[in-house]
Each structure stands twice: as C-alpha cells, then as structure tokens.
Nanobody
Framework: EVQLVEQGGGLVQPGGSLRLSCAASGITFDGYNIGWFRQAPGQYRESISCIKSSDGTTLYSDSVKGRFTISSDNAKNTLYLQMDSLKPEDTAVYYC???????????????WGQGTQVTVSS
C-alpha cells in the first residue's frame, strides 16, 4: 500500500519560511514524477512544483517561482518543499504527489497524502 505523509505545515507570518516534507512508503520515487500541489478553500487544486523523473528537471508554477524550492532524497524516499517569502495567498492545504502521469496532472491522478495546512497570516 502506498502511503505519503506530509509534515511541516503551520502558522507563519508573511515573509516567513516553512519547510514541508513528505515521506513515502510502499513506493519508490525512481521512475515517477513527484511534486507538490495545494488547495485553498473554495479553490481548485493547483500544481505548484514537480520533479520530472525523465531528466530531473524541476518545475514551478508562476505563483511560487523564485520563492519555493523542491528537492528530494530518493535514498530516504522523502520529498521536500522549502517555502520562503511566504504570502497570505499561499495559505492552503499542501499535498505531495507521486505518479506516472505528467506533472500537471498529479493533482488529478496518482498517489497523494493527507495534506498539511499552511497558514500565512499576521
């Protein structure tokens, strides 16, 4: 059984930082696209970052480019998302996802965890 467990969310002030982690079991990252997406209340799921299995390319949405950094430790089967310069509009539940579908489809198809809440507020 595939399990993904996200950790690291919380309440942070605007301009602050958080580091999310996602520990995977029952699956190895090798050969799969791995990424993060988020969902704010009343909003659609937004794919924000991904590592392509084909060549290791990292992708970012325009909304987080330059502020967020995705990385993975395949030996530990753990995915990370370093989030800096956080804004109130980053408030959402953040999910990690693993799948063989293209990165932009990970929020719709693949394996994902239970999510971790990130709230950016003063």
């Amino acid at each position: 059984e595939v399990q993904l467990v996200e950790q690291g969310g919380g309440l942070v002030q605007p301009g602050g930082s958080l580091r999310l982690s996602c520990a995977a079991s029952g699956i190895t990252f090798d050969g799969y696209n791995i990424g993060w997406f988020r969902q704010a209340p009343g909003q659609y799921r937004e794919s924000i970052s991904c590592i392509k299995s084909s060549d290791g390319t990292t992708l970012y949405s325009d909304s987080v480019k330059g502020r967020f950094t995705i990385s993975s430790d395949n030996a530990k089967n753990t995915l990370y998302l370093q989030m800096d310069s956080l804004k109130p509009e980053d408030t959402a539940v953040y999910y990690c996802a693993v799948g063989s579908v293209p990165c932009n489809l990970l929020p719709l198809s693949g394996h994902w965890g239970q999510g971790t809440q990130v709230t950016v507020s003063s």
